[in-house]
């Protein structure tokens, strides 16, 4: 068993060593029995001219390197730093390929011993690190990085790096390193074989799981904490009515705190408008401490009426932000305690058991392996399995869908129901006081079909000045090229091997008959002609969009097109029947589709657990189908009220070019279906006046100026 690392790093004069590009410095720090034993580190004098960019990044030029060695003249000793070994480095293959060369260049055999790679063994697991540079794991792990970009520096740091890797590693249960040896098999490095050697210490003793650790049904769970419950023997809450009393309050929690301008005029404004039931817009600049100053009324208030208060913001960052640092502040300050969670909607939550059964399924790309390995790590660290929380590729996220908490029909083992983080989520939210959600969300309760928030009178929203272009978009449509394309090529044509060929592989083995199922062949053709349509629509959009007498560069690279009178005009007749034509496709597959879904789902109890998460797949692309079709209804054939537009990407016509309607104003819809709903909701940001009235800010919401405070 090796249990010797050396980590590499090099500096070079380019990125690529079959065109001439060389070493100029090489480090190397050894690591045995979980310590840095020797390090080494030289110049390279390269044998031609330092390019100024290079010079630039590294701090190196070539009068420090003229009397450097030759790289051959250490190539011995980096040969005798290797033998026996793993060769670690972040970033490895480019490190590996100038090495190889110079080694070769000096006459010596090339390294053909296992690697591994820092970077994907950060990416596996950290999965919800920021940044996977080395300068971003070296502030997230608090490792000195002195001098980035020089070659001694950064192999010191990945070596302390790795070290903490490894350890992580060595720590994770025997459960979840029986699964990434078997995932491990399609990663870039030889992750594998030190898995192996990990697992085999690990049987040799008897292990014993973490306090913080379950298995569950073939997985490693971080433990869930019972859901809190509401403080109950609360008695007597009375609101500090005096900015002395607010004082008081807070200093004697923080006797340091700082007290800030405004903030207590904007709590009694706060707690006046849910006790007397208006609405009320406030303009709060940087400084005031306006989440403060709208979490400590909200909790008085819940405690004193015993009702709910949904908090709702625009961005991740301020909902994290409330979340990890602004209510535990409040509950510092408060001298009782309120309940928060955070609620978002279904496709944001892991399917534990879509997950378990796609660990089940072979032949995947690098990926979607190392999503399946990223998650693992997260499981035994996450409390709400919140897709946000991870640091996915794109590829990760086209996995992730196939993963993610939709209703499942031929998936409904009842044992992952105890386990089911949305349904955790949500009867979280029922117990809570403050529900921290977005605007997205929030206007889900439009749509009583779609609602996902327990029942709230009383409303916070933050970044307030962004809540009528998040109403346009929730109440209008979008389609968009890459969108179409990703979700059509998720099906496949039968030729492709994706899930319409898999569903007829399940049809074809089964005991179902034919009946009037559509022959696979004509199935394909759909699909196929589908595929063309997209294309020819998107295309024609774009050209329509650019000859448009109404087109105008919003940037220098948008070109924004009212699409309502251009729709009237001779040119865009094609892209008004190439519409039609996809709806009628869209409409033909999502028939065909039901029909077979039906089909087998009056045998799904003969279906192996593969072939129902396969089918769940389906079920889940055929929802989308309908999402799809209806936007295509309604941009493209049928007369509203909406206003119509075409944006597209002048650099790449086609492949950036949406499709919107929207309606012209909201504030009708946004008053009628949402504020006259609420007994109180209060609208804040930074930013809600224009030259210094509410006015602008009031039409766009559809409120009366004499119903609200300002």
Do not use: C
Request: hydrophobic share 40%.
């Amino acid at each position: 068993m090796i249990n010797k690392f050396v980590v590499i790093d090099l500096e070079t004069t380019g990125n690529v060593p079959k065109k001439g590009d060389r070493i100029i410095q090489f480090a190397a720090v050894v690591i045995e029995d979980g310590t840095i034993t020797e390090q080494f580190a030289s110049l390279i004098n390269p044998n031609k001219k330092i390019p100024v960019f290079i010079e630039e990044l590294t701090g190196l030029n070539n009068e420090m390197v003229k009397d450097a060695p030759l790289f051959s003249e250490i190539a011995p000793k980096v040969k005798e730093l290797l033998r026996n070994s793993y060769f670690v480095a972040h970033n490895v293959h480019f490190d590996l390929s100038f090495l190889q060369e110079e080694l070769n260049a000096a006459g010596f055999e090339g390294y053909e011993g296992p690697i591994l790679d820092t970077v994907e063994m950060a990416r596996i697991l950290y999965p919800t690190a920021d940044g996977y540079k080395l300068t971003d794991l070296a502030e997230q792990e608090n490792l000195t990085h002195e001098r980035p970009h020089q070659a001694d520096s950064d192999a010191l740091v990945t070596a302390e790096l790795f070290l903490r890797l490894h350890k992580k590693l060595s720590s994770l249960p025997l459960k979840t390193l029986q699964q990434f040896a078997r995932l491990s098999v399609g990663l870039k490095s030889n992750l594998k074989q030190l898995v192996s050697a990990i697992m085999s210490e690990k049987s040799i003793i008897d292990e014993s799981l973490p306090d913080t650790v379950e298995n569950f049904h073939n997985l490693a769970l971080k433990k869930i904490a019972p859901l809190e419950e509401n403080d109950t023997d609360i008695t007597d809450v009375k609101f500090p009515e005096t900015e002395q009393e607010k004082i008081a309050m807070m200093q004697n929690a923080f006797s340091s705190f700082e007290i800030k301008n405004g903030q207590y005029v904007m709590m009694d404004r706060v707690y006046h408008s849910f006790q007397n039931h208006h609405h009320t817009l406030i303009e709060a600049g940087t400084g005031v401490g306006k989440s403060l100053a709208y979490l400590l009324p909200a909790a008085f208030f819940v405690k004193q009426s015993g009702s709910r208060i949904v908090v709702s913001t625009h961005t991740i960052q301020l909902q994290e932000q409330l979340l990890s640092k602004e209510i535990p502040l409040m509950n510092e300050i408060l001298p009782f305690k309120v309940t928060s969670v955070l609620l978002k909607g279904r496709s944001h939550y892991l399917s534990l058991e879509k997950f378990a059964q796609t660990l089940k399924e072979d032949n995947d790309n690098y990926d979607t392996i190392l999503t399946k390995m990223q998650i693992l790590v997260w499981l035994i660290e996450t409390e709400t399995g919140d897709r946000d929380e991870l640091n996915l590729s794109s590829g990760g996220m086209i996995y992730w869908n196939k993963v993610k908490g939709d209703q499942s029909v031929f998936l409904q083992n009842k044992v992952w129901g105890e386990r089911d983080f949305y349904k955790r989520a949500k009867a979280a939210a029922k117990k809570a006081d403050l529900i921290i959600t977005n605007h997205s969300m929030l206007l889900s309760d439009l749509s009583s079909k779609a609602s996902i928030l327990p029942d709230f009178d009383y409303a916070v929203i933050d970044e307030g000045h962004h809540l009528e272009k998040a109403a346009g978009r929730f109440l209008g449509y979008s389609l968009d090229y890459l969108s179409v394309r990703l979700l059509l090529t998720q099906f496949g044509t039968y030729e492709t091997r994706q899930l319409f060929y898999k569903m007829e592989q399940i049809l074809a083995s089964s005991k179902l008959g034919n009946g009037d199922i559509l022959h696979t062949f004509e199935l394909n053709q759909i699909v196929s002609d589908l595929f063309y349509e997209s294309d020819e629509f998107f295309k024609i959009a774009a050209v329509v969009s650019k000859k448009a007498p109404s087109a105008k560069k919003n940037s220098n690279v948008r070109l924004k097109t009212r699409l309502n009178s251009v729709l009237k005009g001779k040119e865009s007749i094609a892209l008004a029947i190439s519409g039609e034509r996809m709806a009628f496709l869209l409409k033909d597959l999502i028939h065909a589709l039901n029909i077979r879904l039906e089909w087998i789902k009056k045998e799904k109890n003969q279906l192996s657990s593969e072939q129902k998460g396969f089918m769940e797949e389906i079920y889940s692309f055929v929802t989308e189908l309908e999402e799809l079709r209806e936007s295509f209804y309604e941009l493209i054939l049928k007369e509203s009220g909406l206003v119509k537009w075409i944006e597209v990407d002048t650099r790449s016509p086609q492949n950036a070019t949406t499709i919107y309607a929207q309606p012209a104003t909201v504030g009708e819809a946004l008053n009628r279906r949402f504020f006259q709903q609420k007994k109180a909701v209060v609208i804040t940001s930074a930013t809600l006046t224009v030259k210094q009235s509410f006015d602008y800010m009031l039409n766009e919401l559809g409120l009366d100026r004499h119903k609200v405070e300002m």
